[in-house]
């Protein structure tokens, strides 16, 4: 049973370009969820998704977009880089009316902008 | 805003003994409160959920309490072992999204 995967692993972008992160959610998990980690720091909540469908969003410019396809799997774009939007890029998974559903995360995305 | 504060940034504790790292809350109250591990370079795993009407949950040597009156939570790791080395993340679930606190990195010295 595959976990959360998310690629790439690792990224280099320079200021000023776009970026896209993908993401596949565990087997049977129809939420989810990014959030950006930065060095020494807790991960912080970008948006989730459900349904195809921007649920929740934390306070992240509109430069920090997204989408959910038929099959769960996620995008996250970053449109414009900043120095500032270097960080681990997390995704996780969830499984909506499953009560109190713990995130399933992987192992992220290093995106550095120089 | 929702925030979850961890107090310390780094713990270190001699092996055998128990680790207990504090999770604070404020401006809002959490249904429930989760611990999450994380090792260098992976995403977050989770450990324990504990709701706001439960007082304490145990899961094999880790333990974690709910004190609604402190806005606090306390994680305990008992009989240390240096695998338990990493840093562990707090994360409180209110209007509706999963909001974390910076972590305590916890050091088991052998």
């Known amino acids: 049973d595959a976990g959360v995967t998310q690629s790439p692993t690792h990224l280099i972008k320079t200021r000023g370009q776009q970026v896209?992160?993908?993401?596949?959610?565990?087997?049977?998990?129809?939420?989810?969820?990014?959030?950006?980690?930065?060095?020494?720091?807790?991960?912080?909540?970008?948006?989730?998704?459900?349904?195809?469908?921007?649920r929740q969003r934390g306070n992240f410019p509109d430069r920090f977009s997204g989408h959910q396809f038929p099959n769960y799997s996620s995008e996250l774009n970053v449109n414009a880089l900043l120095l500032g939007d270097s960080a681990l890029y997390l995704c996780a998974s969830s499984r909506v009316g499953a009560g109190y559903s713990p995130l399933h995360f992987g192992n992220g995305t290093r995106l550095t902008v120089t | 805003s929702q925030k979850i504060e961890q107090n310390s940034e780094a713990l270190n504790i001699q092996e055998g003994k128990t680790a207990t790292l504090t999770c604070n809350y404020t401006n809002y109250s959490p249904a429930y409160l989760q611990w999450y591990r994380q090792d260098p370079g992976r995403g977050p795993v989770f450990l324990l959920l504990i709701r706001e009407n439960e007082k304490e949950k145990r899961k094999e040597r880790l333990k974690v309490t709910f004190d609604t009156t402190l806005k606090q939570s306390l994680f305990h790791i008992t009989a240390s072992q240096p695998a338990d080395s990493a840093t562990y993340l707090c994360a409180g679930f209110g209007n509706e999204k999963l909001t974390f606190g910076t972590g305590t990195r916890l050091t088991i010295i052998p």
Do not use: M, N
């Not at chain 1, 959610?25 to 991960?43: E, F, I, M, N, R």
């Open chain 1, 20 to 54: 896209t992160l993908r993401c596949s959610p565990k087997s049977g998990h129809d939420t989810v969820s990014w959030y950006q980690q930065a060095l020494g720091q807790g991960p912080q909540f970008i948006f989730q998704y459900y349904e195809e469908e921007e």
